[in-house]
């Protein structure tokens, strides 16, 4: 029988997953198997830079939290898996996305986005969302068009009452 040393430990996991994820707005499921701790650490530092953490934890103790805050994972938690907590959305997401991309025994496999599951898929696309400076700069294109064409209309009225 398990000790309460022991007992008491777990518990204190499962609250330490419990809180990461009611407290983060990306939490994305991947697996790692075959990566070195330096490409670990790498990772690792990639998402520090956007307010993320890395963490691996043992797959029944992830189960026991996930059942605790009512969400299924039930069919991803088999193999070696480690789970991303993020407080920045995007540049969490798009950190592990570009970092997989880099390294092909890096899979994502699931993720919950603001509290709902979200497949891989729908992980995906929120990766290919630019920037905020870059929608920023879209914006501001979008905008001055208007500009320019308002000030080549005012233009040509003008030179046109000169005549």
Do not use: W
Not at 31 to 59: D, F, P
Request: proline share 1%; aromatic share 6%.
């Amino acid at each position: 029988m398990a000790s309460q040393a022991n007992l008491n430990a777990k518990k204190e996991i499962v609250k330490e997953i419990v809180d990461n994820v009611k407290n983060s707005d990306a939490v994305v499921l991947f697996t790692y198997q075959g990566l070195t701790v330096a490409e670990l650490s790498e990772l690792r530092k990639a998402l520090r830079s956007c307010e993320g953490e890395a963490r691996i934890y043992k797959n029944t103790l992830l189960k026991i939290a996930l059942d605790e805050l009512k969400i299924d994972l039930d069919g991803f938690l088999e193999g070696p898996n480690a789970i991303v907590f993020g407080k920045d959305l995007l540049g969490v997401i798009k950190a592990l996305d570009k970092f997989a991309k880099e390294h092909d025994k890096v899979g994502i496999r699931v993720g919950i986005i603001s509290g709902e599951v979200a497949d891989c898929n729908v992980i995906k696309e929120y990766a290919s969302i630019p920037s905020r400076e870059g929608l920023l700069t879209m914006l501001a294109g979008g905008m001055i068009q208007y500009v320019r064409d308002l000030a080549i209309g005012l233009n040509l009225y003008a030179e046109q009452l000169e005549k």
